[in-house]
């Protein structure tokens, strides 16, 4: 099979108009409408997944999950506040999680890496490469994640934990974090395959990538597990600068319906006090 090595003067220049689109994609705030959120979470747990039923618990933001909230979802006739049964408790919730296999990584494992490799191997190395450099963007919405910091600290179960305690429940975020799938993080992947796709005629596995592109435009940030997922909405307030990275001097840049916010300065996460 002859690779593709060079690119024409219109085809160069078009892949600025691919990495635009899919970067304001990144920074999406329409609702997710829950029923086409279910639907895409179905066909990535196709993929990545031999368990034939699993749930999906949503939240109006991360900071629902972040802040232990998730805890009363999946344990609903436990009593989180009473101090006696709350080492067991964490064990059990920390058993439950490291079981579940976090799936986060499944995602681009089986659905990711095989388009990427399908399109590298019709492309000379030199020039996917070359692509996927000027592709690349940082999410804009990773301020979210600063903005989780310390979110445990503020949940009544939190409250009502001795300090051993607390340091597993400061732990609990980094496994919840390991099965994140965040659509803005997967926007610049998606720029450079559907530019080789539409621009260069690259074949890839169709089911794949519409796997992939209908996960992207139909979910927020999602958290998947082997036997669950939390499926978490988009903000509903995002404010810009120039370069369209969060920003404002006077109010949060980011904001979601149950009130968490992020404020932001030209992209870079700032302390609000």
Request: net charge negative; glycine share 4%; charged share 25%.
């Amino acid at each position: 099979m002859n690779r593709i090595s060079t690119l024409t003067a219109e085809q160069d220049a078009l892949i600025e108009t691919y990495k635009t689109k899919w970067y304001l994609k990144s920074l999406s705030s329409t609702p997710i409408d829950k029923q086409k959120a279910i639907k895409a979470i179905e066909a990535v747990y196709e993929h990545i997944s031999k368990v034939e039923g699993f749930d999906v618990y949503f939240f109006d933001s991360p900071y629902g999950v972040a802040n232990l909230s998730f805890l009363d979802r999946l344990y609903p006739n436990e009593n989180w506040q009473n101090p006696r049964k709350l080492n067991n408790l964490i064990r059990r919730v920390r058993t439950d999680l490291f079981r579940q296999c976090y799936m986060g990584s499944s995602l681009f494992e089986h659905i990711t890496v095989p388009l990427l490799e399908d399109v590298g191997q019709q492309l000379e190395i030199e020039l996917w490469n070359k692509i996927s450099e000027r592709m690349h963007f940082w999410s804009p919405m990773s301020v979210i994640l600063e903005g989780l910091q310390d979110s445990e600290k503020k949940s009544p179960i939190w409250q009502s934990a001795k300090a051993s305690q607390r340091d597993t429940l400061n732990g609990l975020w980094g496994v919840l974090a390991a099965g994140l799938s965040s659509p803005d993080r997967i926007c610049w992947t998606c720029s450079t395959l559907d530019y080789c796709i539409n621009e260069l005629n690259c074949s890839v596995p169709e089911d794949l990538w519409d796997v992939l592109t209908t996960f992207v435009e139909n979910c927020g940030w999602t958290f998947l597990f082997q036997d669950f997922c939390f499926a978490c909405d988009r903000p509903r307030t995002l404010l810009l600068d120039e370069n369209n990275k969060p920003h404002s001097e006077q109010e949060a840049a980011v904001q979601f319906s149950d009130g968490f916010a992020v404020f932001a300065n030209h992209g870079e996460f700032i302390t609000h006090v």
